[in-house]
């Protein structure tokens, strides 16, 4: 994998026209206080050019590396509203410029923004918020060759060792999470994500296991089954189930869980997507491709004392005489029979077996957490725009689980909002018959459904066995529910956005660093 990895340049003072560096990259949130080497020739220019210090500028510098001299401003950043994504953002137009101008080897300097709270980690998302810019799909590098990704390296003016290797971790760990989630439904079909992951982690501390054998998939994953059911006319479509491990050296004190959605993709099945609706859905197996970009990082990073386990549900779900219709009742792993309510909620149903058989495994282990990462609502980026939503159970919710996991992402331009489950989740998928135990969904859009993002917390929660391990049970374990359907690729375009690997800068800031 090719992201820009970052290198380290000791001081502002140490970069010059003669440096190995041909570029520097200012980020600054004003032309109050500039650098004293640069401040000068900035104000000379910004006296004559009104652009300099509102948008990104490319100067000629003698002082400079490479003579490019570019002044990103964030813009104000002092008020209630304002966050690192201001620096985030900059970067990304700071980056765009170089690269433009030819710069191959930038360097990246954030002035006096780190000693504001809140952006104590400015240099370390700005590197990210580089990266960000410059990935190319994966179709497209394959197609064009290594020249649309020349820039490799980027130098952080002032970063320590360990800052650079955290960050290089993260980068690692989104470049991933962005590949697999951003790539057409062909060349990441789930044979093909699948490989991806193998060698993704070939050689790391992360072991890899794939279930390919449907006769396995159809007797241990049976909501799973249902929904690859059609695809299992294309073989090239046949359903994966991807386990990855990591096991620190040492002592173990912590446990994550963490199941992945990977429609890769999703027609909506026997509820078909119509009315051009269905564009953009090979992105939503962006919640597996995040969890896989987190074990990306961890297997960079290899944190001490926290064991990591991740179950992928890798899936197609078709539409053909074989597709899995509404009023189906399909008895999951957990023994719960399941009435589908509507076959276009169907990420709910691939999680919902790996769900219960990560519940029975965080039974054995050391201090679990579990958590489903999903595209899973619109109501989700209905209700809370570009940022992910956490959906949490009693016992996530005692130890303000999600609340400190959105602590960190405020910090590190990964944002989310904490939302309640609550009773009328829970009525919502009661049985409406003695036939079944729990209805899937209702058979509407959840964007007009109250409670869209938060209802299908409940249902898994139910087929994974958890409602029965909350505050009031001799084993509470805690759960969150991670919906990245609002903040999984910019701008909410899922056709064309490109992804944002969503959680995998909080959560490694939150248990890695």
């Known amino acids: 994998m090719s992201y820009a990895r970052a290198t380290s340049c000791a001081s502002l003072d140490a970069l010059s026209a003669t440096s190995e560096n041909d570029a520097l990259i200012i980020i600054c949130d004003s032309l109050d206080a500039l650098p004293q080497a640069y401040a000068e020739q900035i104000n000379t220019h910004a006296a004559i050019d009104s652009r300099v210090g509102k948008q990104p500028a490319l100067l000629v510098s003698e002082q400079a590396p490479g003579k490019r001299l570019i002044v990103t401003p964030t813009g104000p950043l002092g008020r209630d509203y304002d966050d690192v994504r201001r620096v985030f953002e900059a970067a990304k137009k700071g980056i765009a410029v170089a690269k433009e101008a030819g710069a191959i080897k930038p360097a990246l300097y954030v002035h006096n923004i780190q000693q504001r709270p809140g952006y104590e980690f400015a240099l370390e998302v700005a590197f990210l918020g580089a990266n960000q810019a410059l990935w190319q799909p994966l179709e497209a590098r394959e197609y064009h060759g290594d020249a649309i990704s020349a820039l490799n390296t980027i130098s952080l003016v002032g970063a320590t060792d360990e800052q650079l290797k955290q960050v290089n971790a993260i980068a690692a760990g989104q470049y991933a999470a962005r590949d697999l989630c951003g790539t057409e439904p062909e060349r990441m079909a789930p044979p093909r994500f699948a490989d991806y992951c193998v060698e993704a982690f070939a050689g790391t501390a992360v072991k890899v296991d794939v279930i390919s054998d449907i006769a396995t998939i159809d007797k241990e994953y049976p909501l799973l089954s249902t929904v690859a059911r059609a695809s299992y006319a294309v073989e090239r479509h046949h359903p994966r189930v991807v386990k990855m491990a990591y096991v620190p050296e040492g002592n173990v004190e912590r446990t994550l869980i963490f199941v992945g959605k990977g429609l890769v993709y999703d027609t909506g099945g026997a509820d078909l997507k119509v009315g051009g609706f269905m564009a953009g859905m090979s992105r939503d197996k962006g919640g597996a491709a995040s969890v896989a970009g987190f074990m990306k990082a961890v297997a960079e990073a290899q944190p001490k004392g926290v064991k990591v386990i991740a179950y992928l549900a890798v899936v197609r779900n078709s539409i053909g005489s074989d597709c899995f219709v509404p009023d189906e009742i399909i008895t999951s792993r957990e023994g719960i029979r399941v009435r589908i309510g509507n076959t276009d909620a169907e990420g709910r149903l691939a999680m919902g077996d790996l769900l219960s058989e990560a519940k029975e495994v965080a039974k054995g282990e050391v201090n679990p957490e579990l958590f489903t990462v999903a595209t899973l609502t619109g109501h989700a980026a209905r209700a809370v725009g570009p940022y992910s939503a956490y959906v949490e159970n009693g016992p996530a919710r005692k130890v303000q689980l999600s609340q400190q996991l959105v602590e960190q992402g405020?910090?590190?331009?990964?944002?989310?909002?904490?939302?309640?489950?609550?009773?009328?989740?829970?009525?919502?998928?009661?049985?409406?018959?003695?036939?079944?135990?729990?209805?899937?969904?209702?058979?509407?859009?959840?964007?007009?459904?109250?409670?869209?993002?938060?209802?299908?917390?409940?249902?898994?929660?139910?087929?994974?066995?958890?409602?029965?391990?909350?505050?009031?049970?001799?084993?509470?374990?805690?759960?969150?529910?991670?919906?990245?359907?609002g903040s999984g690729v910019e701008g909410g375009d899922w056709q064309h956005g490109k992804p944002t690997a969503a959680t995998v800068a909080s959560l490694f800031a939150k248990y890695c660093r």
């Open 410 to 485: 405020d910090l590190w331009a990964d944002c989310a909002e904490v939302s309640r489950s609550r009773r009328e989740d829970y009525d919502f998928v009661q049985p409406r018959t003695l036939a079944d135990d729990v209805l899937s969904s209702n058979n509407a859009a959840s964007a007009v459904t109250a409670r869209g993002h938060q209802f299908p917390m409940a249902f898994l929660a139910i087929v994974g066995g958890l409602d029965k391990h909350g505050l009031d049970s001799e084993q509470p374990l805690p759960y969150v529910h991670m919906d990245i359907a």
